[in-house]
């Protein structure tokens, strides 16, 4: 009696398939938490504008010029980057004092200056004696408001809501 099972190496490649196409099934769903996606808010909605620049005109062999459409898509907030000035470290530290996070008579100063991603800011400061305090902030220069500040900073708003460059600064 012969045996009509088949070779070995096919029995393997057969199963190696199947452990491959598996594991890309089960990968294909994963994605971005959606704790730690960005705001849709903070990603403008792609547009289409297909225009023509002029006249079409053809030579022999050519075909007609037509401008194609173009797709937009603004990436703020993915990387901090130096807020140049606005605002300043002096901005950040009149926020702690008016939060009553900072006595109005000790020695503050500005180690990290701030870095800007969104309207979300990030600094460090030093206080005399103390560890350096992080600070986590939004808004404009002018009417800064406190989302967080102490030697951890990684708290839920900042996980959630805070544009990723933040992020990444303040939960490392």
């Known amino acids: 009696m012969e045996s009509s099972a088949p070779p070995a190496t096919t029995v393997a490649r057969v199963l190696t398939a199947a452990l491959l196409l598996t594991t890309g099934t089960l990968l294909a769903g994963c994605g971005v938490p959606p704790e730690l996606a960005e705001p849709p808010s903070a990603i403008a909605a792609p547009t ?53 996070l900072l006595p109005r008579n000790v020695k503050v100063t500005v180690e990290k200056a701030p870095v800007c991603a969104g309207s979300w800011q990030y600094t460090v400061v030093r206080v005399a004696d103390h560890e350096p305090l992080q600070v986590v902030s939004k808004g404009q220069p002018t009417s800064l408001d406190l989302v967080t500040a102490g030697t951890n900073v990684c708290s839920i708003p900042v996980r959630v809501s805070a544009p990723p460059g933040i992020r990444t600064r303040a939960c490392g």
Do not use: H, M, W, Y
């Not at 297909?50 to 006249?55: A, I, M, Q």
């Open 48 to 100: 289409a504008t297909p225009s023509r620049t002029g006249p079409a005109t053809t030579t022999p062999g050519t075909q007609p010029s037509i401008a194609t459409p173009t797709a937009t898509r603004t990436f703020e907030g993915l990387t901090a980057r130096d807020c140049q000035g606005r605002p300043t470290g002096a901005q950040v530290i009149d926020l702690l004092r008016r939060s009553d």
